[in-house]
């Protein structure tokens, strides 16, 4: 019997599995505790550090029992889990029910959501889902990125798995949060789907140029939650914790008007996937920034395709334009949406923008000269630096000048001197009366409902300047970056 003397003595029992760069075996202490020891091959260059994060006490985290060194192979020791989701998926014929893929998705998602910034799988895949207490666990964190710093021949084929390797792996770029959520987008639609998105054998090709495919027989909601987290660009994926509060709010029941709204959505993420996948994600930042237009493309446009549903629901009568942009006319009132328009890099200080649009409610004007409001729409990183979502804000004229606008709040483009200096510390003629409030990825039911009340008041002709400026929208925005950056 082979004893390996750590912390405990433990005696090795049974193989259990071998990949690439570890060995699995059953194991008991002498105390009577059972357990799984992997053995993982030393490599030059790689160090013993690299295996071993401070996850102790996170939820739904496989947790190491005990550590060290044997012979020419570092030990990790960690509790026998009942299956991995690989078993789980074979045992069932390789297809989950859309309700228990949400509760696997779900403790993914929340292992996912409390990790640190800086802590990465970066192999995410069903052999590392492992149900534990009753609770699907990631496993082997760690071992992706040791493998990723040792100097021998096959580094890069061990510290991925190519079926669940998201784009910026395939160009070797640093893996970020982002790259986990693209494998739990993978490995969502495996499970709801009976395969994979990316079949290979090609899986590079694939992973960068192809888009996956639409998933047939799943909610609206969910279908277009599993496309964002597969999108080529990975600032524009959600976050974990974005993934993980639609995964809960999708067992919700949904109205009418919602249910049509979501199938709205999803028609149009999966068109815009089709065209994203056209694009091949270079490394230059001019491809990066494309991959971000098209990705903010998708969002706005499934959005406004909502809007259109909802406006033509509950006003048949409503006359729709799209000429240039988008125009609706009801009564003497309008709402009309300009052409999505790229940013130029660096245009604004405060953050990076890399699409915008602006959307206004009209009337005739009145004995006051206002005729509506407008806000600007811009897709940036308005809140964390490097994470893109859809932003709507507006502005207005500083309260000690004495001018008035026809629209107030009134939107600005990113180019505008005037929106920079809004944003910045410097006291200028315009300021911010909106702030900036995300209204996509799960908030788009409220930028519907407000724009459809704004509409409904310029079609009675009762839309009327706001009271109070600025208004609180409850968004907000990062500080400005330091000069240099």
């Known amino acids: 019997m082979t004893t390996i003397r750590l912390n405990k003595v433990w005696n090795l029992g049974n193989q259990l599995a071998q990949g690439g760069f570890a060995k699995v075996f059953e194991a008991h202490a002498n105390d009577g505790m059972s357990a799984v020891i992997k053995l993982i091959a030393k490599a030059p260059g790689a ?15 496989v947790p190491i029992m005990d550590s060290g060194e044997w012979e020419d192979y570092y030990v990790l ?10 078993n789980h998926l074979n045992e069932v014929g390789g297809k989950l029910a859309v309700a228990e893929a949400v509760s696997v998705l779900a403790d993914v998602a929340k292992a996912l959501a409390s990790l640190k910034a800086d802590v990465v799988h970066r192999d995410l895949k069903p052999e590392n889902i492992l149900l534990l207490a009753d609770h699907w666990c990631l496993a082997d964190f760690g071992i992706a990125r040791y493998a990723e710093a ?5 580094t890069h084929k061990y510290a991925m798995s190519p079926p669940y390797a998201a784009p910026e ?10 790259t986990d959520v693209y494998a739990l987008g993978a490995i969502a639609f495996e499970m709801m789907q009976g395969k994979r998105p990316f079949p290979g054998p090609d899986y590079r090709d694939q992973h960068l140029n192809q888009p996956s495919p639409p998933l047939m027989g799943c909610p609206p909601p969910l279908a277009s939650l599993i496309a964002e987290c597969l999108y080529k660009a990975p600032a524009a994926r959600p976050t974990a914790a974005n993934v993980l509060a639609r995964l809960e709010a999708s067992q919700k029941p949904s109205s009418s008007g919602v249910a049509k709204l979501q199938e709205a959505n999803l028609a149009n993420v ?24 098209i990705a903010a493309g998708d969002g706005i446009n499934r959005i406004l395709r909502g809007l259109r549903a909802r406006v033509l629901e509950a006003a048949p ?13 009801l009564g003497e009132g309008s709402i009309d949406v300009d052409a999505l328009q790229q940013s130029p890099p660096n245009c604004l200080a405060a953050f990076d923008v890399i699409a915008h649009s ?4 009209r009337k005739p004007r009145d004995h006051y000269d206002y005729e509506g409001r407008a806000h600007s729409l811009w897709f940036c990183d308005a809140q964390v630096e490097g994470i893109y979502r859809w932003y709507e804000l507006a502005f207005m004229v500083s309260p000690v000048i004495r001018q008035k606008s026809t629209l107030d709040p009134f939107a600005l483009p990113p180019t505008d001197r005037d929106a920079a200096t809004a944003f910045s510390p410097t006291y200028g003629a315009r300021q911010i009366a909106w702030q900036p409030l995300a209204f996509d990825q799960g908030d788009e039911e409220k930028f519907i409902e407000r724009w459809l009340a704004w509409f409904a008041e310029a079609a009675n002709g009762a839309l009327s300047r706001p009271s ?3 208004e609180t929208s409850g968004g907000k925005y990062r500080p400005a970056r330091p000069k240099g950056r």
Not at 169 to 178: D, G, I, K, N, Y
Not at 358 to 361: E, K, L
């Open 77 to 86: 020791v960690m509790p026998r889990a009942k299956k991995s989701l690989r």
């Open 468 to 470: 109070r400026m600025p």
């Open 317 to 329: 009568s409503t006359s729709v334009s799209e000429r240039s942009g988008l125009l609706f006319k």
């Open 358 to 361: 602006a959307i206004a409610a």
């Open 169 to 178: 792996q395939w160009r070797f770029e640093r893996a970020t949060q982002a």
């Open 150 to 154: 040792t100097t021998g021949p096959d």
């Open 47 to 61: 160090s013993r550090e690299l295996l071993f994060e401070e996850l102790s006490g996170l939820p739904h985290v």
């Open 270 to 293: 999966e068109r815009q996937a089709r065209e994203a996948a056209n694009v091949s994600a270079g490394q230059s930042l001019e491809h990066a920034r494309r991959d971000l237009f």
